[in-house]
Nanobody
């Protein structure tokens, strides 16, 4: 049942770094744009970054210059390198396919907590 598995979250101090991983299972993984999303308590889920099948990237304004999204098609894995973390980055982070092929079932996500 589980098609997307996020990992790598944890508790870090402001200014610290984390690298999140998203393991996918679709055979056709390579053709999809993949996105990282996050949701803080009481807030809507928001798109953090995405990467297309061709490697083009998009970042939300709040993370631009601090986060880097990448993918390894051979491993069917998407990564999110997060640097210079701020308390406002605290959220549960999720990955998903974007567009028509988006998975309607969101995974457990991985918790990122930035606190001193």
């Amino acid at each position: 049942q589980v098609q997307l598995v996020e990992s790598g979250g944890g508790l870090v101090q402001p200014g610290g770094s984390l690298r999140l991983s998203c393991a996918a299972s679709r055979t056709s993984f390579t053709i999809y744009t993949m996105g990282w999303y996050r949701q803080a308590p009481g807030k809507q889920r928001e798109l953090v970054a995405h990467i297309t099948s061709g490697g083009n990237t998009y970042y939300g304004d709040s993370v631009k210059g601090r986060f880097t999204i990448s993918r390894d098609n051979a491993k069917k894995t998407v990564y999110l390198q997060m640097n210079s973390l701020k308390p406002e980055d605290t959220a549960v982070y999720y990955c998903n396919y974007r567009g028509i092929g988006a998975d309607p079932y969101w995974g457990q996500g991985t918790q990122v907590t930035v606190s001193s």
